[in-house]
């Protein structure tokens, strides 16, 4: 076990060196070393209740989670998360801030999403947020061999003093308030970093959806409110989804814009309206938010939930721009 405290501590330790530098590779790098010892420590959660049950049949007879830790045995990093939170080692708050910063360390690592903004606080959050579940882990055995090597950053978080007194189990759990102390985690700063970046994304495409009224159809300039139904149903039509749901309710039409008024008019669409005036007074409320971790649950389920709309008014936009290109060219005989 020790070897594997201090290797967690070893990672932990490069990890804020890394955020620390303050450039957003450095950051990246920082946010997935994190993420990473945040795995290894729930798997150990798992692995050593499986170890624990194996040496005594009549506590695995009794156990009721048998399929959760299966489950968290596996590759599953969301199933490891869970049996963590069923053993009391991990609180509600950490579990939801800890599944979405994974989801951001994949969208790093997986994409190359870099959140160039927001990465830095991002980082610095997820840290101090893993400390304090790392301080709290449940150590099962805690000695030191005779000639053990540690890893060089841990050592200076151990005493060795080579017995089993409680003060070398304590060297874990401090060395993660240690470590959280260094990182210097400024609550406000997260929040105020969320909030900016959302406030950007909505700015985007405030100016997306001003775009697309000025376009003419049939010498007729849409509302708002009509071009942000408009850019919804036209990528709508070419779905499965929506022919599905069209057959279902005896649709027989024939051409692409008699579907897509058709879907304007009965599909349920998710914003019926200009979504600009909301999604504002959702920042304006994140603002004020003072925890951090309900700040970034409602900041990722913002950006999830707008995410098919963001992206069509910025796919109408872009198709507007580009025929008004064209347009000038052919003036200029290009």
């Known amino acids: 076990m020790l070897r594997f405290l201090a290797s967690v501590l070893d990672q932990m330790d490069l990890a804020l060196e890394h955020i620390q530098k303050g450039s957003i590779h450095d950051a990246r790098f920082g946010l997935m ?7 290894l420590v729930l798997h150990q959660i798992a692995k050593d209740q499986h170890e624990r049950l194996k040496a005594y049949r009549h506590l695995a007879e009794k156990y009721q989670h048998t399929k959760e830790l299966e489950e968290a045995m596996g590759r599953s990093f969301e199933a490891k998360l869970r049996f963590a939170r ?55 055995g805690f000695s030191y061999t005779w000639g053990i090597e540690l890893p060089e950053r841990s050592r200076k978080y151990f005493t060795r ?26 609550k406000s700063k997260t929040i105020a970093s969320l909030v900016d970046h959302m406030e950007e994304v909505i700015r985007d495409c405030d100016t997306s959806l001003d775009t697309i009224p000025d376009a003419i ?31 279902k309710r005896g649709w027989h039409g024939k051409t692409t814009f008699e579907f897509v008024e058709w879907l304007r008019q009965n599909y349920p669409l998710k914003f019926k309206k200009d979504p600009i005036p909301s999604w504002r007074r959702q920042a304006k409320r994140l603002r004020s938010n ?37 347009l000038i060219d052919a003036r200029r005989g290009n």
């Not at 070393?33 to 795995?39: G, K, R």
């Not at 927001?118 to 449940?138: H, M, N, P, R």
């Not at 999830?304 to 936009?317: F, G, H, K, Y």
């Open 290 to 326: 003072g925890n951090p971790h309900k700040a970034l649950e409602t900041y990722q389920s913002f950006m999830t939930v707008t995410l098919p709309m963001r992206d069509a008014l910025w796919e109408a936009s872009m198709q507007i721009e580009a025929e008004i290109d064209r």
């Open 33 to 39: 070393l994190t993420d990473n010892v945040v795995e």
């Open 161 to 186: 003093r080579g017995d089993y007194s409680p003060a070398e189990i304590g060297d874990f759990p401090k060395a993660c308030r240690t470590l959280d102390a260094a990182c210097g985690h400024d």
């Open 217 to 247: 159809y049939d010498n007729q300039r849409m509302t708002r409110d009509e071009a942000a139904v408009e850019c919804q149903a036209w990528p709508l039509a070419f779905t499965p989804e929506a022919r599905a749901f069209a057959k």
């Open 86 to 140: 069923i053993e009391g080692q991990v609180t509600d708050e950490q579990s939801r801030t800890i599944a979405i910063m994974h989801l951001f360390r994949n969208e790093l690592y997986h994409l190359g999403v870099q959140y160039e903004s927001i990465v830095q606080d991002l980082a610095l959050f997820y840290f101090s947020t893993a400390c304090g579940f790392l301080g709290e882990f449940k150590i099962r």
